[in-house]
Each structure stands twice: as structure tokens, then as C-alpha cells.
């Protein structure tokens, strides 16, 4: 295990350089020059804007600038902000929590309830309760976030009363329910449909059969065998949703006004602040690929016949 362990860490490490790489590259070069975009519609000064690109660096050849940029962020040192000079780490340290209590949540939420309904739907396949599910959560994959966050945001918020509409304060939890809600719909949609399914193959298996055989009580027969060999392809899932929940979590904070990462990278981009832009990405990357490490580690944990050389 160790050594598998000790492999997958420096896999990591072309992943995460050739992925930072390509995003410095194409948030420094696509969106054109980021400092004479300070001076909006009025031509640039050119003795300024010589002087500002000699202070940024970016006058430096795009591969010195990136070999910079990843010197630094070693450090801990992400650039500066271009509009209000302010260090991008404090940016990426005052949106990330806001942003990764609400991904958790919705990701709590997806566990709980996704895993919750497929396995009921898979145990009862083809009744009421299957059917039920299998049309609920085609609608929540049908419909897009946004329409559904301002649907839920009108009912539940405006006519109804039970929560503010927009979120007045993002560090409450609280008040990061419903976004979570919407944030989790669709891939709460997956699990449960995943998980539905692998159920239904799994309990034709002759592992259950032999299990019920032997007199085993039907709760020990659904969660130690049935359910924890049909979690795999879920986990499988799960790992790779926990950074598109970050990422997807873009659209919700701006619906619901959630000062996160979405409203930091909308300023960013808008302003055209690769540093910025870079910063949130990379951490990211490193949510990407330390939830693939720990879906490879929960195999063995899930299946004992799984072992990692």
C-alpha cells in the first residue's frame, strides 16, 4: 500500500505542472494583454504601460513567466491582484472556505439522499417507489442549474418564506442550504440512479444468495455485502463530483450571491487576472487529483479482494 501510495504522489506531480502549464498559458495569452485592459477604452500610455509590464513581468518571455509564477506559488506567493494591488492569497484564502462549505454540503447532501433512494429503488426494482425515481431524477437531469435555482429561489425563498432568496451572510451554513440543494441536484440524480442500478445487478449475485443461504438477517445481508460491493462504481463517481462541485459551484454562488470562489473568479476574469485565475485553478487541480487517490484507497476498504502492490 505504501508503495502504491508513493507512486500515485509522483504521478501527481507531471499531472499537476502540465495542467497549471496549459491554464497559465491560456489565461496569459487567449484573453490578450491584461495590463493594458487596466486603462479600459482609452489608449494605454505607452511610458506606463512599458513601466507596469516591467514591474508585473510581463514583458519576460511566456516561459520565464511561468517558470516565475510556479517558483513562487512554492513559496506561497500567487501574484498580485491588478485592479487593488491586493496579494491573490488573500483572495484564494477569503472565497475557498465559502466555497468548500457549500461543495461539502451539496456533496453531503448527494451522499445521504442519492445513496439513500437507490438503494430503497433498487430493493423494490420495477414498483411505485422504482418508478417514482427514475421519473424524479430524469427531471432534476433534464433541468439546467440555473433554471432550477431561480425556480427554488422564487418557491422556496420569495413565496414561501422558509429562507432568504439571495445569502446575506456566506459564511452561515444555514444559509447555504438551498444553494447546496441546487448545487447537488443533478449529481444526486447520478448517484441515485448509479446506485440503483449496481444495487439491482448486485442482489441477482451469488454471493448474496449464498449470504441469504446461510440465514443471514436481511440488514446484514444489504450493508455488508450488498451495498458495500455495490458503493464501487458510486465512489468511483463520487471522487471525480467533489472538484466538479467546487468548479460547477460558479453558477449557484451567483445566483444566490454567495461570495465564493465563483464571484472571485467572475471579477478575475472580467478584469483579465491570469494570477488570479491560475491560483483558484491550480487548487482545484489539487482537489482533482487528491480525490482520485482517495477513491483508489476506499477499493480495498470496499472490496477486500482488491490489493495494491
Known amino acids: 500500500m505504501g508503495r502504491f501510495v508513493a507512486r500515485r504522489l509522483l504521478q501527481m506531480i507531471p499531472v499537476f505542472i502540465g495542467t497549471t502549464a496549459l491554464i497559465f498559458f491560456m489565461v496569459h495569452v487567449l484573453p490578450g494583454d491584461p495590463v493594458a485592459a487596466m486603462w479600459g477604452d482609452k489608449a494605454p500610455d505607452p511610458v506606463q504601460l512599458a513601466s507596469l509590464r516591467h514591474e508585473m513581468g510581463f514583458d519576460k518571455p511566456l516561459i520565464q513567466q511561468y517558470l516565475d509564477y510556479m517558483g513562487n506559488m512554492l513559496t506561497g506567493d500567487f501574484g498580485t491582484t491588478l485592479g487593488n494591488k491586493r496579494p491573490v492569497l488573500d483572495v484564494i484564502t477569503e472565497a475557498l472556505p465559502v466555497t468548500i462549505r457549500l461543495a461539502l454540503l451539496a456533496f453531503a447532501i448527494e451522499i445521504v439522499l442519492g445513496v439513500g433512494i437507490g438503494l430503497v429503488s433498487g430493493l423494490r426494482r420495477g414498483k411505485l417507489f422504482d418508478k417514482g425515481t427514475l421519473i424524479m431524477t430524469l427531471l432534476l437531469i433534464s433541468i439546467p442549474v440555473p433554471v432550477l435555482g431561480f425556480v427554488l429561489q422564487t418557491i422556496v425563498g420569495q413565496n414561501l418564506g422558509w429562507v432568504t432568496p439571495t445569502v446575506q451572510d456566506s459564511n452561515d451554513i444555514t444559509q447555504l442550504i438551498l444553494p447546496a440543494v441546487v448545487l447537488g441536484s443533478l449529481s444526486l440524480a447520478y448517484v441515485a440512479r448509479l446506485t440503483r442500478t449496481s444495487i439491482a445487478e448486485n442482489i441477482k449475485a451469488d454471493y448474496v444468495r449464498t449470504a441469504v443461504a446461510k440465514g443471514l438477517p436481511r440488514h446484514k445481508v444489504i450493508t455488508t455485502h450488498l451495498l458495500r460491493n455495490s ?60 480525490a482520485g487517490l482517495i477513491v483508489d484507497l476506499l477499493y480495498a476498504v470496499l472490496d477486500p479482494r482488491i490489493r495494491y502492490a
Open 231 to 290: 458503493l464501487i462504481p458510486v465512489v468511483t463517481f463520487l471522487g471525480t463530483d467533489l472538484g466538479a462541485l467546487m468548479g460547477g459551484a460558479i453558477v449557484t454562488e451567483g445566483i444566490f450571491n454567495v461570495k465564493g470562489v465563483g464571484n472571485a473568479l467572475f471579477t478575475a476574469i472580467n478584469h483579465k487576472e491570469g494570477s488570479t485565475v491560475s491560483g483558484f485553478v491550480a487548487f482545484l487541480v489539487l482537489v482533482y487529483l487528491a
